[in-house]
């Protein structure tokens, strides 16, 4: 699949986030100790765990950020959903392909 890696300039320094073409907000690269691992797709119906993903984001109304955060916390795993720097510059953007597997779904259950 092919994502967008950008370049962003914040007053820290640069930061580079790796994000879905098309942005949605069912969809996410979720990144496992600050490095991109997983992809969720709330709408992929063929995956377990995106279907669990679904009923806990969607049905649920519930924030990505937070799901993500509490399957980390359970699971003793650095999980994290990058969003681009509230104060920052987009510096560039790159398409780069990735096979990011979903989420395990023992973490989901």
Do not use: H
Not at 50 to 59: A, P, R, S
Not at 84 to 100: C, G, R, V
């Amino acid at each position: 699949m092919t994502f967008k890696l950008t370049t962003y300039k914040t007053l820290t320094g640069e930061k580079q986030i790796l994000e879905t073409k098309s942005q949605k907000s069912t969809e996410a690269v979720i990144y496992e100790n600050n490095r991109p691992a997983y992809l969720v797709d709330c709408f992929d119906l063929k995956t377990e765990s995106n279907v669990q993903m679904n009923y806990l984001v969607l049905c649920q109304q519930r924030s990505m950020k937070n799901v993500i955060e509490e399957i980390g916390e359970k699971n003793n795993v650095n999980l994290t959903v990058k969003e681009a720097p509230k104060f920052s510059l987009k510096k560039s953007s790159e398409d780069q392909d990735l096979e990011l597997p979903p989420l395990p779904l023992e973490w989901v259950d």
